[in-house]
């Protein structure tokens, strides 16, 4: 790791509680957004020239939210609260009014996933009713697209990615599960491609780099593990590295697939290269467990942030970007 431990280039205050989602609005000629979802309900959008929340948004009534995402545009926001509601906002012109919203039956903390499958139509994939269910549906019909239920007992859902293959086939999906599984699905199958048991414990968070069909995935151990997806469409086993502390509640692939990030249980965050999980920086600001990471959408590499959500309450910003990182 890297003995030099920057500071965040700055902060932000005011959440009002643990920061257990985050998501970035930056390309475009607009102002540079980044959505939050804390643990009391509430979802801020941050003006990321002025440093301010711009507007905050009582998403789920009280409720923690544990995912935010936008549809096509910033003016229709997604959310998840643990009230079992999936809520659609209208941000136009100012407004935050909730246009539909989807019961999900989940009391559980699995984030849900979202695909875009042609302007203006969206799959949304979500943990159901019964433990081990995942439920797909097409928005913004609610239109409903498939149940996917394994044969064999593997606990909870814990984490979801719905993506879709170069190879032209229809949407797969990756689901990590409370027994330390992952599950490659077919979507339009409805059927398991593949199973790989890569966790002790239960698998807390994954990502997906598509472009290179390699995924990672954390626990509450000290291991981050990585994972391939072969021409048979198996997943295997392939890379880990080994943290000084347990736990990590989310992981992060940049968009260019250069870099990972984690948000570790022992308030750090951790930057590692990519290709080879290299160590590149453990990023130490916060006073209590980091919840989420994000990397920016910026269009210029040079203005590329790194954001971390904590317990604390903070929400952390941090430039990464130097020829070092950017090569590994």
């Not at 086939?169 to 599950?183: F, I, K, N, Q, T």
């Not at 398991?192 to 890569?198: E, F, N, T, Y």
């Not at 968009?255 to 948000?263: C, P, R, T």
């Amino acid at each position: 790791m890297s003995r030099l431990t920057p500071a965040p280039i700055y902060t932000l205050r005011g959440a009002g509680g643990p920061l257990n989602t985050l998501h970035f609005k930056c390309h475009g000629g607009d102002t540079p957004l980044l959505f939050s979802g804390s643990g009391k309900g509430a979802i801020h959008i941050w003006n990321l020239n002025s440093r301010r929340a711009e507007k905050i948004i009582d998403g789920h009534s009280g409720s923690s939210v544990i995912w935010v995402s936008t549809l096509h545009s910033r003016e229709t926001l997604i959310s998840q609260g643990r009230d079992m509601q999936v809520c659609l906002w209208d941000l136009a012109e100012g407004r935050s009014e909730v246009l539909d919203s989807v019961w999900t039956g989940s009391v559980g903390f699995s984030q849900c996933s979202l695909l875009e499958m042609s302007p203006g139509t969206f799959l949304l994939a979500f943990a159901g009713q019964h433990t081990e269910e995942i439920k797909i549906i097409q928005l913004p019909s609610k239109t409903p697209v498939c149940t996917l239920a394994p044969d064999a007992k593997l606990g909870m859902v814990m984490c979801i990615k719905l993506w879709q293959p170069d190879s032209g086939r229809g949407p797969l999906l990756l689901a990590g599960y409370e027994d330390g599984s992952v599950l490659l699905w077919d979507v339009n199958q409805r059927s398991k491609l593949s199973q790989a048991k890569v966790h002790p414990e239960p698998v807390m968070c994954l990502a997906w780099d598509t472009k290179h069909l390699r995924g990672i995935s954390g626990s509450s151990e000290k291991k981050l593990n990585s994972w391939m997806m072969d021409r048979q469409n198996n997943l295997q086993l392939q890379d880990c590295v080994t943290m000084v502390n347990p736990g990590v509640s989310q992981l992060c692939i940049r968009q260019d697939g250069k870099l990972l990030a984690s948000a570790g249980w022992d308030h750090r965050v951790r930057v590692f290269g990519w290709k080879k999980l290299k160590p590149l920086a453990v990023l130490q600001y916060h006073t209590d467990m980091v919840l989420s990471v994000a990397f920016s959408d910026h269009q210029d590499p040079r203005q590329r942030l790194l954001a971390a959500g904590s317990k604390d309450q903070r929400i952390s910003l941090w430039s990464i970007y130097n020829e070092a990182a950017s090569t590994n």
